[in-house]
């Protein structure tokens, strides 16, 4: 990419996947551990 070139500007449709998947991370994780305990305690 030279200097020359403009910036990739995410597509507004880009920025709102990333803004998805941004909050979907801590709840899966969530999701992930609560089901780990369930297992454990099972």
Known sequence: ???SDPRDEPSAET?????????????????????AIVLMVV
Do not use: D, I, S
Not at 15 to 35: C, F, I, K, N
């Open 1 to 3: 990419m030279l200097w």
């Open 15 to 35: 920025r709102q996947v990333q803004e998805r998947l941004r909050r979907a991370g801590p709840v899966l994780a969530v999701l992930l551990l609560v089901a």
